[in-house]
């Protein structure tokens, strides 16, 4: 009886003890459950916020690169124009370096580089910008410092209508008689000036000495002297292989003449060197009208000395 009993008691135990395993079981499902959606849910939770900051990430990104973009193409703009710079710095310095002095240009060229130096009266200055202007030629002109203070709408007008302007000292002395720190004077005297006329910063690659003189035949020392302060300001000196002052020196100087000699002498290539004065001026129209006839063209120290050689 009592084994019976101990039986079923222990029959009875069996089956609770299972119910309890099972109760147990399941709380730890539900339990396992409830875990595994809260961490989905948290996951869940975390990713939205990840995509959210991916959002702004990518918006951020987004502007970033267009800005980029915008800096790029500026930085390629800025580059292109140091491109071109640096190809006329080339040109330039391949001029600086040049040891032998400026006499001419290439003679494979039909061009002629017309200059004109010192300045003259007001009314000489504008009537020849004025034929210059009529006959659509660019030249280079060498007006003393002291021409410019005088006349300055000469030579405003000069620069506005495509010209360039050369140094030729501010007060036209002899460079072989002066100091050199007197020289450095007379060339920074022409180029306040002109800055000041111009109301900005002019920068010329010319020079010109006056009367030539330090740089003529014979003058080695004084080259050797002046060439380097000329160099240190960026220009080099431009001297010319057609001039008139002393070709017609026991001539009668008028304009037919000075016309005459010019067409006899210019050739491809050649440096004419004239001065504002009067007969000059007035030989200006023919000499251009001339020069072209013989297929050259007249033109400024620039086109002549950096343009490429024709082929
Ligand atoms: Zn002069």
Redesign the pocket.
């Known amino acids: 009886m009592e084994n019976h009993y101990n039986i079923g008691r222990r029959h009875s135990k069996k089956t609770s003890s299972l119910k309890i395993f099972i109760f147990l079981v399941l709380i730890a499902l539900v339990a396992l459950l409830g875990f595994f959606s809260a961490t989905q849910f948290i996951t869940a939770q975390s990713l939205q916020n990840q995509l959210k900051s991916l959002d702004q990430k990518i918006d951020q990104l987004q502007e970033e690169q267009s800005e980029m973009q915008n800096k790029y193409d500026e930085i390629y703009e800025e580059n292109e124009r140091l491109r071109e710079e640096n190809q006329q710095l080339h040109e330039e310095n391949k001029m600086m370096r040049s040891e032998s002095l400026i006499e001419h240009g290439n003679r494979e060229t039909d061009k002629v580089a017309i200059t004109i130096?010192?300045g003259g009266s007001e009314a000489v200055n504008l009537r020849a910008l004025d034929y210059l202007r009529e006959l659509g030629v660019s030249a280079t002109l060498?007006p003393?410092g002291q021409n410019v203070e005088a006349y300055p709408e000469s030579w405003k007008r000069a620069v506005q209508e495509g010209h360039e302007l050369g140094n030729?000292t501010y007060s036209?002395p002899f460079l072989s008689n002066l100091s050199e720190e007197r020289v450095r004077e007379e060339l920074s005297g022409w180029q306040e000036a002109v800055d000041n006329v111009l109301g900005e910063a002019y920068h010329t690659l010319f020079f010109?000495p006056?009367?030539g003189d330090g740089f003529l035949a014979g003058q080695d020392y004084q080259r050797e002297r002046l060439q380097p302060i000329v160099a240190e300001e960026g220009m080099f000196p431009i001297m010319w292989d057609v001039e008139l002052v002393y070709a017609l020196r026991n001539e009668a100087y008028t304009a037919s003449r000075i016309t005459e000699h010019v067409l006899q002498n210019a050739r491809g290539g050649s440096i004419v060197l004239l001065?504002f004065t009067e007969a000059d001026i007035e030989a200006l129209p023919n000499i251009i009208h001339g020069l072209r006839e013989r297929g050259l063209e007249p033109c400024s120290l620039r086109e002549l000395l950096l343009a490429e050689p024709q082929s």
Do not use: E, V
């Open positions: 130096d010192d060498f003393t030729h036209h010109r006056p009367y001065h």
